[in-house]
């Protein structure tokens, strides 16, 4: 008999849609062109190009040329933060606000400037998991070139109150990126309203393919050219474009854009469901804010059950979910969203993100239900750090 299949790291990667795949299918062969190429093959596969980059600015908000392609989200968020520390320099501006929790693709950009003569001011989040714009405007100075905050945390799922933040550094006139990879595609973003300057997604988190996303650049700000060696993008990225993957990301944030809000509150009652449920399990607390939360994460510790054993126990039921960050799973530290949001080092490690999708349904919400604290038990039942907890050595932080 077939093992039955639950899916729900899907802040790690989504499948593809069939929408995006149909949308992909005729570039690979059919109109294989090189866009930047002036005969009829080659403007073909521009005009593929261009109608992508109208879609996305669409869904954006934006104009069109103020959207350029990337490998993905990680790419996209070096760009974005070089180029504005960079043109800031130039200007005697070597100041940078960022977070402690942002994703590494942030956290080790921002580290390499540090080694370069930036000064980078992290503020801490709140135990909720979220900062303030009052925080944030506490934190400019004259010398501020760029604040750098994420719109959904990828751990923890808390939505920041990005149109606030975004208000104040206009006011500042200090430029605003934020990484979106969480957000594009499962919550209303729109850059003019929330006066953001610069921002980064990636096709692979809301059913696209994989190796390709895009960044906006509000018009009239600089942008470094990150890879040298032709014109394409406006001669800011070299490298003959991704057609199939860029036709398949447009397709695919086109359609999740549509289907949005019927999407984000099915995911949402779900999501409180399965909360509810998993904080039956005594000693058992969730990590990030409990409303301002995306539609399908769920995050929650487990004290005395150590997250690597959760998963595998989880996985031989068929349950596959994930202990944080997909690019930081391979690491036995625990998790830097975690601690920074003031969890114990031994209450960091047992932590489950179960992240849902589309494609989820009320039954594998039941599945998970009976399933999961089955597991988290029988992972305390041979834990050394349960014991701890048991005997008193380590004292709880959640009630029974």
């Keep these: 008999m077939e093992k039955k299949i639950i899916y729900v790291d ?14 992909m299918q005729p570039y690979f062969k059919g109109i294989y062109g090189n866009p930047s190429s002036l005969h009829t093959v080659g403007q073909t596969a521009k005009e593929a190009l261009d ?34 520390a960079l043109q800031g320099a130039k200007k005697g501006k070597k100041h940078i606000i960022s977070t402690a929790f942002e994703h590494h ?21 709140h135990g909720n998991g979220l900062i303030t714009a009052e925080e944030v405007k506490a934190a400019i100075r004259p010398d501020t070139a760029l604040v750098t905050i994420m719109y959904a945390n990828n751990e923890v799922g808390t939505i920041q109150p990005i149109s606030q933040i975004g208000k104040v550094c206009r006011e500042a006139g200090v430029v605003f990126h934020t990484d979106a990879v969480q957000a594009a595609g499962h919550i209303p973003v729109d850059v003019r309203a929330d006066s953001i300057d610069m921002l980064s997604l990636s096709a692979h988190k809301f059913h696209g393919p994989k190796g390709v996303g895009a960044l906006y650049c509000r018009k009239g700000l600089p942008l470094l050219t990150f890879i040298e060696g032709g014109a394409q993008e406006k001669g800011k990225r070299a490298g003959t474009e991704n057609i199939p993957g860029i036709v398949g990301m447009a397709a695919a944030l086109e359609e ?25 399990v005594p000693y058992s607390g ?8 995306l539609p399908g994460n769920i995050n929650i510790s487990f004290e005395g059950a150590e997250g690597e054993s959760l998963i595998l126990y989880a996985d031989a039921l068929g349950i596959c979910l994930s202990s944080g960050s997909a690019c930081t799973t391979a690491s036995l530290q625990p998790s830097h969203v975690l601690m920074s949001l003031g969890l114990p080092h031994e209450v960091a490690h ?5 992240t849902l999708g589309d494609t989820n349904t009320e039954e594998d919400v039941d ?3 009976v ?16 014991d701890d907890y048991v005997s008193g050595k380590i004292k709880h932080i959640y009630d029974k």
């Design 10 to 23: 899907n802040a790690a990667t989504t499948a593809m849609s069939d929408r995006a795949i149909a949308a």
């Design 51 to 84: 109608g992508a980059r109208r879609k996305i600015a669409a869904c954006l908000n934006c104009e069109p040329g103020e959207v350029y392609f990337t490998s993905g989200g990680s790419e996209a968020d070096n760009q974005c933060i070089r180029s504005a």
């Design 105 to 125: 693709a942030v956290l080790h950009t921002l580290k390499k400037l540090e080694k370069e003569g930036f000064e980078v001011t992290y503020l801490d989040v």
């Design 256 to 280: 999740a854009c549509g289907n949005m809000q019927e999407n984000a509150e099915r995911l949402t009652r779900m999501r409180d469901r399965l909360i509810d449920g998993l904080l039956k």
């Design 286 to 293: 969730l990590n990030g804010d409990r409303e301002h939360r």
């Design 350 to 354: 047992c932590s489950l993100r179960i």
């Design 367 to 369: 599945y998970m239900l």
């Design 371 to 386: 399933h999961i604290p089955e597991v988290v038990k029988k992972v305390r039942d041979i834990s050394s750090l349960w």
